[in-house]
Each structure stands twice: as structure tokens, then as C-alpha cells.
């Protein structure tokens, strides 16, 4: 290669780098323009592009893009962000908010330990910001939050939902809640049934957003999902021809309200211009014959440039509680209120630092009952848009995030009850790639409480004769017959202490205690009765005693409270309390052992408050063995029905048997003498 041809060849490659240099440039420079007036889906993609064709050594070039990349992806949602923040970081972008906010969208998807790793960074600069403080907390809690739900039952409502559309902020046209108003950007389809074209957004890149409505039909479904026609009109494109200036509007309708006659709507109005964000508004449009009327703007700020919307009334229809960016907030959008003074909204207040943060809260929705409901980005939560509730107490506001199911670490927003019941909707994009907003709804079940069981006697027969009676501290007083089979089943009410009688003729009584103070949750008690038998002896199978001796064990502790219980719960009776022993040994020393047992036994009732002159010891020693009954008979079958287990019996029988039998020949019992102590 010649001089001459190697030195155009070098001017043409300098020149070359030159122009697309300029050429990146250039684009950089339009899409911070773009980024500027809010059009971030194609402020982001600009910046996406270009990220790829800055040189390396370029880093404050390279980390200017991929900052502004990720914000534009992290305001649509976009789970680029990350990895553009992750870029960011290393190209070492000078402001330490890159820290933060890639905590934040880790945080979104999930990555808890990861994004508790950036808001340590940020706090290392600003350890007293409070969102910053709130997230971290929230990723170190969340586990223990998920396992903690609230009773609410949540299910996608699919009639609402179409796919690759958003669906969000519900709202009840009356308290009667069977009419329903949301935002949409499906498209669009009037009352005379033909589709609309579909207009694109230029600040998200996706279809714009309008109201539609919906009521339910006899048998409460959701039905005729329709366009709300007649709020605005059309705007018109103003253009001359290609390549001169054009002027082009699209307006997008959301976030409703209804006043307490249902007849007045409340609505979020936006409408940018050349792709500039102006901000929305606040309209209302009053409804006649059916039809809603052209939207007029609500005043509440002089200037024009301040962003209002989200509105929310309260039940009296005098208190209006928005959004707003206005000057002296909190940061971000903050949530404010106005008082209805004749025809003018007067007062405006910003509900204070209780409610608002540095970060945005958002999609208000106020109760009868005083809770304003609504979502964060800055309190401690899941992730994302967490939803709250607070209640105000003395001037003063009690905030309560509302977990699991409602939040998830995704967007929770936009909830809306039915009228004064625990039922209603609210928005999620949890689980959406595409973060796709969906409609939720949800309801609170009733509580219910339980207790059910079966009645048998000793021997573990049903006792389908007996009578149950269910007394609690609230006025409850019941009586039920056992089932055929021996089951019963009873329904309690909440916060109430019960006291529970079973009676049968010819058996003890017996009685429980129960209680469902401080129960947040349906529970069921399994509660069985085994009652014992007036005319029969009853055999204690839970009296213990040490080898050769009438000390009572430890063990022996739970039989001997049910005893003691027993005796309380039927005070009219007397017992005869009686020791046996096996065939082993002198029968003057058994009869000895056996009374003393009998003894400890009476020793222990006296002591726990039973009347001595109710109890009778007996030491029986060997002379009474045990006769096998039916029950005996089914458990060990090489014992045959009525026979009597005495010594000339048991030397018949193997060893293993004879320890068998010794063992059953071996209990305390007791048996009934009277029934009418102290009656007469």
C-alpha cells in the first residue's frame, strides 16, 4: 500500500469515529429530551441502543446512559432496570441514588439479600433516609410477613382481565355495589359495539388508558364491559406537511370516584402534547338518563403545572382526598385533601409525614368507617407498591400495612370495598413478565367457631342416649341430643367463655371449659367424653405406683386430676376407692399394700379439695380378681368371656400369659356408693 492510499485510508477511518461520535451524541442529547418531558418507553429504548455503541473508555458517558436507561425502565416496570443499573455502578455514575433505586427494583424481583446489600451502600451516605430505612426493613421482615397472612381470601377476577392489557383501580358506583367503574387499556369498544382504533401512549409505549363499566346481572356476574363514552372529546391532530412541525394529543381517562347519589363522577384526566407530560387533572362529569356528560376540570390549584389526581371521596361526599406533586410536599406524589365549601374545594391540606414520604403514595380510597386506604413505594412493605391502611386518632394517623395476600413484592394498588362488607377489588401486576396490571378480588370469610366430638362410655361404646349442654358467659344456654352414633357438633360464638355438661342416665356426669377469647381466626375444638358408669366398678388405668410400694409416681399426676375432676363435676356422689393386687406373694401383705394404695390415693383427693367423708379406701388385695367382659375378651382373645382371673386360672397359661393377666389383676378403681350426698 502506497503513502498517498494509507493516508486517505486513516482520514476516512478519523472522520468516520468523528461522525459517529456526533452521531451518539446527538442521540444522547434527544433522549435526555425525551426522558425530560416523561415519554420514558422511548427515552429508554433510545438509551438501550445506544449503551452498545459507547466505547468502553467512555465510562461517565457510559454511566450517564445506563443510569437514565434504568429509570426509564424502573418507572415502567421494565425488568431491564437491573442490569442497566448493575452497568451504572460500574461505570461508577456519580450520584449514590443509583444505589438506591437498583435496591429498590432488586428488591421488586424479589432478590431480598442482594437489595439489603445496596440500601447498606446508600445508608452508608444517608443513613437517616427514611425510604431507604423502610425498604431494607421490609426485605429483613418479608419472610416473616409471609407467614403471617391476614384472613383474606384473594382470587384473580378473571371477568375483568383480557390479555397483554392493564386492568386497574376499581371503583363501586354506588354503596349498593353491583355497578363498577376501571381503568383499561384494552381496546376499545363503544355501546353501538364497534372497536375503536387503538391510540399508543407515548409516554409508556402502550395503548392508552380509558374508564369502562360493568354491573352485575340477576345472578350476580359481571357483564357488558362498555366503553364510559361522552367524558371528553376527541382531541384533534394539528400537522402541516412531512417534515414541518407537528402537533398531536392523546388523552388518557383513569382512577375514578363516585359522589354518595352516584350521579357526579370523579375522574384522572391526562393529555400530553408533542409526547410531553403535562400532567393530569382532576374532571368531573355529571351523569343524566344514564349518560355521562363532558368532563369539566376541578380547580384546587391555581398554578396549572402542579399534577393532581387519583381522587377519592369520603361517604358524605364534603371531603376530597388526591395525589398531587404540588410544591412543599413530602417528595414524590403525596396524598392531600380538600374541604367542599359551597360549590368550591377549599382547604387543601397535605396529609403530613404520618401518611406521606420522599417516595410516592398513591390511589387513596376512603371508608365509611374513617380508614383511607391506599398505596406506598416509601413505608416498609413487600416491594413495589405496597397497600396500607391508617386510621386517624387524635389528630394523629395509625398506619397499618395490610400483608399478605394483598401485597406481594410486585405493585399492589387501587383497592375499592363494596358498601360498608369485608369484599371488593383491588390491582396487581404480581407474576406479570410484562408487568401487566390485573384486577384482584378479595373478601374477608366469616369466622367460625367449632366444637364437636363423640360421647362414649368407659368402655369405649357410643352413648347415644346422652344430652349435651353448651353454657357461655354471653347468654348462651343449649341443649342437644347426642347423634345415633355418638357424635356431636355445636357453633360458638366469638370472644365467649363456655362451659360444657354431658349427662346420660346411669352415668357421671362430665364437664368442660372452653373459651374463644381472643381467637382471629375460625377454629374447630375436638372435644371427647368418656363417662363413667353409676352401677359398675371403673378402672383407673393412669394410677401409677412405685414397685412394692403406695408412693404414687409422677406419672400417675393426669389420672389422678381427671379423678379429682370427676368428683367435682358430679358433687352429689361418694366412692369407695379401692386397690387390688395380683396373685404374687403373702395375701395379709397384698391386702396390706392394697389399702395403703387405696390410702394415697384418698390422701391426694383430700388434699386437692375433695370432702374426706366422700371417700372410702378399700384394700382388696388378691380377692377380688378381674371377671373378663367383652372388651377384655377383643383385646386379648386367649381370655375367654366372664372369666374369672384367679390363680387357678392364670397357673394354666404360658409365662407371657400369666404376666398378662397378673398386670389386669393389678388397678385402682373406684365405684359409686350414693348419689345423693348433701342433697337432703
Not at 403535562?278 to 396549572?304: C, H, P, V
Not at 413478565?433 to 378480588?441: A, F, T, W
Not at 391426694?604 to 374426706?612: N, R, T, V
Amino acid at each position: 500500500m502506497n503513502r498517498r492510499l494509507f493516508l486517505h485510508i486513516l482520514s476516512l477511518l478519523i472522520l468516520s469515529v468523528g461522525i459517529s461520535s456526533c452521531s451518539i451524541s446527538a442521540r444522547i442529547k434527544k433522549a435526555d429530551r425525551k426522558y425530560a418531558i416523561g415519554e420514558y418507553y422511548e427515552a429508554g429504548e433510545m438509551y438501550r441502543q445506544i449503551y452498545r455503541r459507547i466505547p468502553t473508555k467512555e465510562k461517565a458517558l457510559r454511566a450517564h446512559v445506563a443510569f437514565h436507561q434504568a429509570e426509564s425502565q424502573r418507572i415502567l416496570n421494565n425488568s431491564r432496570a437491573a442490569s442497566a443499573y448493575k452497568n451504572a455502578i460500574k461505570y461508577h455514575y456519580p450520584d449514590s441514588i443509583v444505589y438506591l433505586h437498583y435496591a429498590q427494583v432488586l428488591q421488586y424481583q424479589g432478590k431480598y439479600k442482594d437489595a439489603i446489600k445496596q440500601y447498606d451502600i446508600y445508608l452508608a451516605t444517608y443513613p437517616n433516609d427514611y425510604v431507604a430505612q423502610a425498604g431494607k426493613y421490609g426485605c429483613m421482615q418479608v419472610e416473616q410477613w409471609k407467614k403471617q397472612p391476614s384472613r383474606y381470601k384473594v382470587a384473580l377476577a378473571k371477568e375483568f382481565n383480557e390479555k397483554r392489557t392493564s386492568n386497574f383501580a376499581p371503583a363501586f358506583l354506588s354503596e349498593d355495589g353491583d355497578a363498577l367503574v376501571f381503568t383499561s387499556n384494552r381496546q376499545e369498544k363503544s355501546t353501538n359495539s364497534k372497536k375503536k382504533k387503538l391510540r399508543t401512549s407515548p409516554v409508556t409505549g402502550a395503548a392508552t388508558f380509558n374508564l369502562y363499566s360493568t354491573r352485575q346481572n340477576a345472578a350476580g356476574e359481571w357483564e357488558d364491559i362498555m366503553l364510559c363514552e361522552g367524558l371528553y372529546q376527541e382531541p384533534e391532530s394539528e400537522g402541516e406537511e412531512e417534515g414541518a412541525s407537528t402537533k398531536t394529543t392523546s388523552a388518557e381517562l383513569g382512577v375514578c370516584c363516585f359522589s354518595p347519589d352516584g350521579k357526579t363522577m370523579y375522574f384522572t384526566y391526562s393529555c400530553p402534547v408533542n409526547g410531553q407530560d403535562l400532567g393530569a387533572k382532576i374532571y368531573t362529569s355529571t351523569r343524566a338518563s344514564g349518560e355521562w356528560g363532558e368532563g369539566q376540570e376541578l380547580k384546587l390549584f391555581s398554578d396549572s403545572s402542579i399534577t393532581v389526581g387519583h381522587p377519592s371521596l369520603n361517604a358524605s361526599g364534603d371531603t376530597l382526598y388526591f395525589v398531587s406533586d404540588a410544591p412543599g410536599g413530602y417528595g414524590g406524589k403525596d396524598i392531600y385533601m380538600a374541604i367542599l365549601d359551597g360549590s368550591e374545594w377549599t382547604d387543601i391540606q397535605n396529609l403530613g409525614p404520618q401518611i406521606n414520604t420522599v417516595d410516592d403514595e398513591l390511589y387513596p380510597h376512603f371508608r365509611a368507617d374513617g380508614r383511607l386506604y391506599f398505596a406506598s413505594k416509601g413505608h416498609p412493605g413487600y416491594g413495589g407498591l405496597d397497600l396500607f391502611y391508617a386510621v386517624r386518632r387524635d389528630s394523629v394517623w395509625d398506619l397499618f400495612n395490610m400483608g399478605a395476600p394483598f401485597n406481594s413484592q410486585n405493585d399492589d394498588f387501587g383497592i375499592t370495598f363494596a358498601g360498608v362488607t369485608e369484599k371488593g377489588f383491588f390491582s396487581s401486576n404480581r407474576g406479570q413478565k410484562r408487568g401487566y396490571d390485573q384486577i384482584y378480588s378479595f373478601y374477608l370469610p366469616e369466622m367460625e367457631f367449632i366444637v364437636e366430638g363423640t360421647v362414649l362410655d368407659n368402655n369405649g361404646e357410643h352413648l347415644s342416649d346422652a344430652n349435651i349442654r353448651l353454657i357461655g358467659d354471653d347468654g348462651t344456654n343449649v341443649k342437644a341430643q347426642i347423634r345415633r352414633d355418638g357424635t356431636y357438633r355445636l357453633k360458638l360464638n366469638k370472644d365467649t367463655r363456655y362451659v360444657m355438661l354431658v349427662t346420660s342416665r346411669g352415668y357421671l356426669n362430665q364437664k368442660q371449659q372452653l373459651s374463644t377469647l381472643g381467637l382471629n381466626d375460625s377454629h374447630t375444638y375436638q372435644q371427647d367424653f368418656a363417662l363413667a358408669p353409676i352401677s359398675k366398678p371403673v378402672k383407673m388405668g393412669n394410677i401409677f405406683f412405685k414397685f412394692g410400694s403406695w408412693e404414687l409416681t409422677a406419672d400417675s399426676e393426669d389420672g389422678m386430676q381427671a379423678l379429682v375432676k370427676l368428683l367435682n363435676d358430679n358433687p352429689n356422689i361418694t366412692i369407695e376407692m379401692a386397690a387390688h393386687t395380683d396373685m404374687i406373694g403373702n395375701n395379709a401383705a397384698n391386702q396390706e399394700l392394697s389399702l395403703k394404695r387405696a390410702q394415697s390415693v384418698v390422701d391426694y383427693l383430700i388434699k386437692h379439695g375433695i370432702e374426706k367423708a366422700r371417700l372410702t379406701p378399700v384394700g382388696y388385695g388378691e380377692e377380688k380378681p378381674v371377671v373378663v367382659d367383652e372388651v377384655l375378651h377383643k383385646q386379648y382373645t386367649f381370655l375367654p368371656k366372664d372369666q374369672v382371673l384367679d390363680e387357678a386360672f392364670i397357673t394354666t397359661l404360658p409365662a407371657d400369659q400369666q404376666e398378662v393377666c397378673n398386670s389386669l389383676n393389678r388397678r385402682t378403681e373406684f365405684r359409686v356408693l350414693k348419689t345423693t350426698y348433701n342433697l337432703y
